[in-house]
């Protein structure tokens, strides 16, 4: 945008140059949905995974709000439910754990802006038990430019983003998967040189 004054001689001014802004309206999406465990997310809905479950990756394609109400690592903009005792999912938004659906509470966020992905650390220590589970990005979560989050498949309409998946072995170890939390491990013999 570029502006000039005149004055009353009808003499213009040197231009004064301002922007460029851009105007961002897009609303961003999950892109991805990975573990720190070798998961093979089939995509349907119905991903069974049979190792140690530590940590949720999710893959926007936007760059996400790293602080305030939107942030994606403000544990208010997640919601991860267990099946109850009838098996069926039955929490579809973020308000809650519908039915007799558990709230399974996350442990930790972290985001890797250069990567567009945010770890949830979940399980008790140990992984996720084996169960029946849920996990719902809700739209409150927001991009840097201040949009909602928009979930896949809706119309265009802001809703959460869901992805179900089933643990069907219930993990021993103490953080089983290596990754970058040595927390839950001992050295029990001589460090190595």
């Known amino acids: 945008f570029h502006l000039c004054a005149r004055d009353d001689a009808g003499n213009w001014g040197a231009a004064g140059t301002y922007g460029p802004w851009t105007i961002d309206t897009t609303a961003p999406t999950v892109s991805g949905i990975d573990s720190v465990a ?26 996400m709000a790293e602080s305030g109400a939107g942030a994606v690592t403000a ?17 579809t938004d973020c308000t809650g754990a519908a039915d007799d659906d558990l709230a399974v509470p996350v442990a930790g966020f972290a985001y890797d802006a250069g990567l567009r992905t945010a770890a949830l650390a979940v399980g008790p220590g140990t992984g996720l038990p084996a169960g029946i589970y849920r996990l719902l990005a809700c739209p409150t979560l927001t991009d840097a430019a201040g949009n909602g989050l928009d979930g896949a498949d809706n119309g265009g309409g802001a809703e959460e983003h869901a992805v179900d998946f ?3 072995v219930t993990p021993r170890l103490v ?12 050295l029990t013999g001589p460090a190595l040189a």
């Open 166 to 168: 089933a643990v069907v």
């Open 38 to 63: 070798a998961v093979d997310w089939t995509g349907d809905g119905a991903s069974a995974i049979d190792v140690a479950l530590t940590k949720l990756l999710v893959t926007f394609d936007d760059a």
């Open 75 to 91: 544990a208010a903009n997640w919601l991860l439910v267990e099946a109850g005792p009838d098996l069926g999912r039955d929490t």
């Open 175 to 186: 953080n089983p998967n290596f990754d970058d939390d040595l927390a839950g491990w001992m």
